[in-house]
Nanobody, 115 residues
Framework: VRLVESGGGLVQPGGSLRLSCAAS????????MSWFCQAPGKERELVAT????????NYAASVKGRFTISRDNAKNTVYLQMNSLKPEDTAVYYC?????????WGQGTQVTVSS
């Protein structure tokens, strides 16, 4: 299983970023995918989850209405569109899936929201 995130960077408050996670090594379309974030000194926390076919999504209260998770099963890729970014969104963002009884993580991509 391999998960590779991209798309992070430095953005001003109110700006937008789109994160991507390219997956390989498993049948992507069979599994739910999630995005987590971890800020300095804090525990990793769930941001959003999308079902295997993309019909169902769930979001943390802190990002609801601002972030959108989506997936393209033909490209084995999951996305996180982040709008109206706030300084408190600053964190490393990780792609995640749970299969065969294990959690799998990407290497993470840094998102910094600062003026």
């Amino acid at each position: 299983v391999r998960l590779v995130e991209s798309g992070g960077g430095l953005v001003q408050p109110g700006g937008s970023l789109r994160l991507s996670c390219a997956a390989s090594g498993f049948t992507f379309s069979n599994y739910a995918m999630s995005w987590f974030c971890q800020a300095p000194g804090k525990e990793r926390e769930l941001v959003a989850t999308i079902s295997s076919a993309g019909r169902s999504t769930n979001y943390a209260a802190s990002v609801k209405g601002r972030f959108t998770i989506s997936r393209d099963n033909a490209k084995n890729t999951v996305y996180l569109q982040m709008n109206s970014l706030k300084p408190e969104d600053t964190a490393v963002y990780y792609c995640n899936t749970h299969l065969w009884g294990n959690n799998y993580w990407g290497q993470g991509t840094q998102v910094t929201v600062s003026s």
